[in-house]
């Protein structure tokens, strides 16, 4: 991967998002709209555009734009996909230039909330790196971005250009140029003249175009008081909005049932007893540590729901000393058999583990696992299981209460209530809290 192509990533906490790999490539800019047609032509345009830069672009990458469902209509004058306000909307627009897919993108929970108003739109890359661009001259890549800009067109006037990354400085620089009422807003989340994967003359050029904008911006706005402070330190003013997280999850962890399971998971595993489970008792934590054989019970639909389940957590097999550790969380431990002939006489090793670490296990009515009776609650019907269940549940797993409260109240009404407040004065609608 070019360091350049993948200034955009975000830090490692970053989780499941930094696995994107052909997401990272910064590309041409594609307006969209959830199931609105391609554009005739768009595999032309990108050759076109590799035509003329040769070697200094690259090879285009072959992920699609990503797609969000967002009600509206538009007409298709750019390649790709449209996210424009509809001409009966017609209105004051923001537009977000995004340096990655929305879907992939850190701040996807700041910039979708936002979405939900009828005025608000967002430019995604597409299959041309912008990271590629950037290495081009500058006055052909000003040409490149002109080009692009031209190929925008919004319903109504365009109100303001949000820009989430300066890579893409060029094309807002472009679109300005051809709106020239349109404000600037620079949204500054991340050291992105400091990224550890690009060389020193990436790392000048980027932040000569992070300069660049940060100077035109008519506001700023950081993710982060020090980032805030670093704009102060160079004569520039830049508002702090931490970006919301609503979309994820939240259940009471005061709540929560916290269950094991230790061991093979194939065919001597009673799927349908744990996909009742994790249905009958929604505050269920199902972790299940050992790999899950599907090919052992093939076309498996309660095996097929367990996994589609948020509430069963697969480990995979792991080292003794992890999956002890694992037990000990959790407040109770299970022996999913199915009730046969052949596991109705063995005597599974896991009740013992599990009693090492003092948890009992839940067991179906077997003869076997009686051996050790001390260790064992035997559960006949789905309405015995989830009742020891939470019999089993213990106290203390509720966390720091008052920090929780404070967590749910940074919401996005709360933590973009500015943001909306500053479009509304340009005359772009938004979704009233």
Known sequence: MVADERLADTQPDN??????????????????LSQMPRVDGQEQDCQRLGDQVGDLVGKCCAQKPSQMSRAGHAEARYRGRWRLPSSEMQQQTALFLLPRPLDSFILEDFVRPLLEAPDVAILEPGKVPAGALMRLPGPLAAAEATRQAGRVKVNGDLAVVILMHPVQWPLAAALLDRNPNAQLWYGIWDRYERAPDADEATRKRVHDLHEAASKRADWR????????????????EADVLPPPHDAFPSPDPAEMVVAASLGHLGRRTDWKLLRTLVEQVPELNLLLIG????????NDPDLAALVASPNAVRLGSLPDEAAARVIALADVCLLPFQIDEFNDTGLPQRILKAAKLGRKTLVPPL??????????????????????????????????RQLRDWALAQNSDALLAPFRAKLEKLGVRVRKS
């Open 15 to 32: 989780d499941a998002r930094e696995d994107h790999a052909c997401s990272d490539k910064l590309g041409e800019s594609v307006v969209s």
């Open 221 to 236: 706005f950081a993710v982060s008081g020090a980032l805030a402070e670093i704009e102060a330190d160079r004569g520039r």
């Open 291 to 298: 790999e899950v054989h599907a090919d052992e019970t093939p």
């Open 367 to 400: 003869k076997g696992p009686l051996t050790q009776e001390t260790a064992v609650t035997v559960c006949h019907s789905p309405d015995d299981w989830a009742r020891e269940l939470r019999a089993a549940k213990t106290d203390g797993r509720g966390g720091d």
